[in-house]
Nanobody, 124 residues
Framework: QVQLVESGGGLVQAGGSLRLSCACF????????MGWFRQAPGKERKFVAA????????VYEDSVKGRFTISRDNAKNTMYLQMNALKPEDTAVYYC?????????????????WGQGTQVTVSS
């Protein structure tokens, strides 16, 4: 059974950095396209970034480009999200997700597996 476990969230001041991790248990990690999504209180879940199984193809939501970096280590079955220059509007629960398809990486409904989420809070 595939299980995704996020870690690394916390409270940080604006301008600070955090690194999120997503470990995949019970899966053949290198088969999956991986993504990060976030959901702020009272708002819909939104796409943040996605990375192909090889790490070659990467996409970002416009508001995080140049500040966030997605990466993966297939040997460790782990994906990362390095978040720099954080803003209060980045405050949300961050979820990692996995899918076997290679299309529609920005669409949450295309993902097969989800983690439980990790809270990121950015204070002004």
């Amino acid at each position: 059974q595939v299980q995704l476990v996020e870690s690394g969230g916390g409270l940080v001041q604006a301008g600070g950095s955090l690194r999120l991790s997503c470990a995949c248990f019970g899966c053949t990690f290198s088969r999956y396209t991986m993504g990060w999504f976030r959901q702020a209180p009272g708002k819909e879940r939104k796409f943040v970034a996605a990375i192909s199984w090889s790490g070659v193809s990467i996409v970002y939501e416009d508001s995080v480009k140049g500040r966030f970096t997605i990466s993966r280590d297939n040997a460790k079955n782990t994906m990362y999200l390095q978040m720099n220059a954080l803003k209060p509007e980045d405050t949300a629960v961050y979820y990692c997700a996995a899918k076997t398809s290679v299309v529609d990486n920005r669409r949450g409904e295309r993902y097969d597996y989800w983690g439980q989420g990790t809270q990121v809070t950015v204070s002004s």
